[in-house]
């Protein structure tokens, strides 16, 4: 549920409720995203657009250029992909790239055309092929992480994490899967505790980590086997959960992820 108020024109305030039952507010013609009470602002919103407008009207760029810039903006056809730079607006993040499935080339030119107006780049399902003709392009700064086969790219310069969620996995062999939550949470703006093989086998281990998961604001919890540590966790904490069952094992997992 969002609590709107308008400010006045053009202006509309809308309050996002928090667990306490407070309202943290935020703007909506800022175009921000609301992280755990925090603003966070897109790297594509109306300042790109006003520029190029600026030019247009100091006439530093032609009527051809200007109509290329606009045209781009929405998305941008790569022939075998049509690249969405709008949805850091509409969703508050650059689009994702599932790389599973795509050839190393196409990963890289995908990832050219995003980091060309945005300063963070996610992949998720990569292979070191495709890191490495990401890195032969504009992302030679990106980071690849074997365990959660992600390629990240992270060039903002005055961020400061959101603290509060907890990624949690029962077994060392679920790593590649909490790696991949925790990966995406960081880049997404969030401060991440991550917390490893502390399965239902030996409880003792994850009763160690109660103070941190109770002062959480999100936890993800993944597991295969039987899939119990969710349903553990949620027993001895207030906080959102996501369970997140994997493939791993030989119990009543329906396959997981």
């Not at 109306?46 to 030019?55: G, T």
């Not at 045209?71 to 075998?80: G, T």
């Not at 994850?206 to 086997?225: E, F, H, N, Q």
């Not at 906080?239 to 791993?248: L, W």
Request: glycine share 10%; with cysteine; proline share 7%.
């Amino acid at each position: 549920m969002f609590v709107t108020r308008r400010r006045g024109p053009g202006d509309r305030q809308t309050f996002t409720p928090l667990l306490d039952g407070r309202y943290t507010p935020r703007y909506e013609n800022t175009l921000a995203c609301v992280f755990a009470g925090d603003i966070w602002r897109p790297p594509i919103d109306d300042v790109r657009l006003r520029a190029a407008l600026e030019d247009f009207k100091r006439d530093g760029i032609s009527i051809d250029d200007l109509m290329s810039q606009l045209r781009d903006m929405p998305y941008e056809d790569l022939d075998f992909a049509k690249v969405d730079h709008h949805r850091a607006i509409r969703k508050g993040f650059p689009e994702v790239v599932f790389g599973q499935g795509k050839t190393p080339q196409q990963i890289a030119s995908i990832s050219a055309a995003l980091l060309e107006s945005s300063d963070t780049l996610l992949v998720t399902r990569a292979s070191p092929a495709a890191f490495d003709a990401v890195k032969a392009g504009p992302g030679s700064d990106a980071h690849y992480d074997e365990l959660a086969r992600t390629i990240a790219v992270d060039r903002r310069t005055d961020h400061v994490p959101t603290p509060g969620v907890a990624v949690l996995c029962a077994g060392t062999a679920d790593l590649p899967v909490a790696n991949e939550a925790a990966v995406t949470a960081e880049l997404m703006g969030c401060g991440v505790e991550r917390i490893n093989d502390v399965g239902v086998a030996g409880l003792h281990r994850l009763l160690g980590y109660l103070p941190i998961l109770r002062k959480s604001t999100a936890l993800v919890v993944v597991a295969g086997m039987e899939g119990a540590l969710p349903s553990v966790v949620g027993g001895l904490v207030n906080t959102p959960i996501v369970a997140v069952p994997t493939s791993v094992g030989y119990g009543a997992s329906f396959d997981g992820l």
